[in-house]
């Protein structure tokens, strides 16, 4: 199992950005996909989760309204859109799968959110 994140980066408070994450050595649909983030001192935390098949989505309420998970089965890819971002989103956000009973993580994208 493989995870990738791309699309960090840094950008001003209001502003948006797109997460990728690009799976790979399972059967992507047929699994839940996460998005959870880190800030310095703190835990992780889970900001969304998209189920298999049927799409279902929830989030933390941190980000509700703002965040989007959404995935293309086609392409093994989960997304994450961020907009109107806060400083207080600035985090390593990380990809993550639950297959064959054990968690799996990608690398973890940095996203920092400053004027």
């Known amino acids: 199992v493989q995870l990738v994140e791309s699309g960090g980066g840094l950008v001003q408070p209001g502003g948006s950005l797109r997460l990728s994450c690009l799976a790979s050595?399972?059967?992507?649909?047929?699994?839940?996909m996460s998005w959870y983030r880190q800030a310095p001192g703190k835990e992780r935390e889970l900001v969304a989760r998209?189920?298999?098949?049927?799409?279902?989505?929830n989030y933390v309420d941190s980000v509700k309204g703002r965040f989007t998970i959404s995935r293309d089965n086609a392409k093994s890819t989960v997304y994450l859109q961020l907009n109107s971002l806060k400083p207080e989103d600035t985090a390593v956000y990380y990809c993550?799968?639950?297959?064959?009973?054990?968690?799996?993580w990608g690398q973890g994208t940095q996203v920092t959110v400053s004027s």
């Open positions: 050595g399972f059967t992507f649909s047929s699994y839940d």
């Open positions: 993550h799968a639950r297959v064959w009973d054990s968690d799996f």
């Open positions: 998209i189920i298999r098949f049927v799409g279902i989505t």
